[in-house]
């Protein structure tokens, strides 16, 4: 790879992946970036050749990353830009910033972004996965978003550029998010905490949440509006047809589909991006034999197999 330029954060060559995902698998970036501050990084990415691959990570909990790691600059953000504001309706949030604690800083200023309690990740994940939950969905909320260019510029997109959809939206490759603006309505902050602490129980009475995993592992198969709202009356449900295909358990080397939740993949111990990507596919492919239903990944998958 080109030689790289100087940075006032740090550069790690050859840097392993698999610490800092939730599923505990994946080999080395190229390099890792984690930058000091927003010039560190817009100076850094202005300076980039052209031909080298830039790839924003968060905190990795939506991500496989392969064994044979990852042909690019991984760029993760930290403490810099992890800042949560609450001012006239308005919750201004790092991209770093975890969506829990959003959700927390939001409510003792009496202001309802619950959903994001029980979603794991930062919110720059959530915005360009449209992450939702509860009913509600980033795209019920979000006003904009601040992202640095793969040329190294700030700009400024409005929500409705993003073409905000169900678990997905639209930014061009290499671009970094950097921090987003939501509104959201005012309630009373002890309500909202006790609503909270409702959706964690019912969250780890259904969920693996002390497993090793990287939430739902694929998306629900049908009845979703172009704004990203689920239709609940039309909808699948993942774990549900891959109940009906006898899939609940299955196991591939070190990767298990949970028998708690059955949309859940997760390490049971030692296991390799390829068990988990491997033990996916075969069910997408014995779903399909059973239903006629292809599911689609929610989760992400980067990278090269050895």
């Known amino acids: 790879m080109s030689s790289m330029p100087a940075v006032r954060g740090t550069l790690t060559a050859n840097r392993p992946l698999a610490d800092l995902t939730w599923l505990r698998v ?11 501050d927003e010039a560190d990084l817009c100076d850094f990415l202005r300076a980039l050749p052209d031909n080298v691959a830039v790839f924003p990570i968060g905190v990795g909990s939506n991500l496989i990353v392969r064994d044979g790691g990852l042909r690019a ?28 604690h959003v959700a927390r800083r939001a409510a003792e200023a009496g202001l309802d972004l619950t959903f994001l309690r029980t979603i794991p990740g930062s919110i720059g994940g959530a915005v360009r996965m449209n992450a939702g939950c509860y009913g509600s969905y980033v795209a019920d909320h979000l006003i904009a978003v601040r992202c ?46 006790a609503r909270m602490l409702d959706q964690i129980a019912k969250r780890d009475a259904s969920q693996p949440t002390k497993d090793r995993s990287a939430g739902s592992t694929f998306r629900n198969p049908v009845g979703h509006s172009s704004t ?38 997760i390490n049971i111990g030692g296991a390799t991006a390829a068990d988990l990507e491997d033990l996916g596919e075969n069910v997408r492919k014995k779903v399909f034999q059973n239903s006629g239903i292809t599911l689609e990944w929610e989760i992400m998958r980067v990278g090269e197999r050895p």
């Not at 994946?26 to 000091?36: S, V």
């Not at 793969?150 to 700009?155: D, H, M």
Request: with cysteine.
């Open 148 to 193: 640095a260019t793969r040329a190294g510029e700030i700009v400024e997109i409005a929500a409705k550029d993003l073409d905000l959809r169900y678990r997905q939206s639209s930014l061009p490759e290499g671009w970094v998010l950097l921090s987003a603006r939501f509104h959201a309505n005012p309630a009373d902050p002890e309500a909202l905490d």
């Open 73 to 100: 600059v991984v760029i993760r953000l930290g403490r810099g830009f992890n800042a949560i504001a609450c001012k006239d309706g308005v919750v201004t949030a790092g991209a770093a910033a975890l969506d829990a």
């Open 26 to 36: 994946g080999g080395p970036a190229d390099y890792l970036f984690q930058p000091a």
């Open 228 to 265: 990203g709202r689920a239709d609940d009356s039309q909808t699948l449900k993942a774990w549900k047809v891959i109940d009906e295909a006898g899939l609940r358990g299955a196991t591939l080397g070190g990767a298990q589909m949970s028998p708690m939740h059955s949309n859940f993949l």
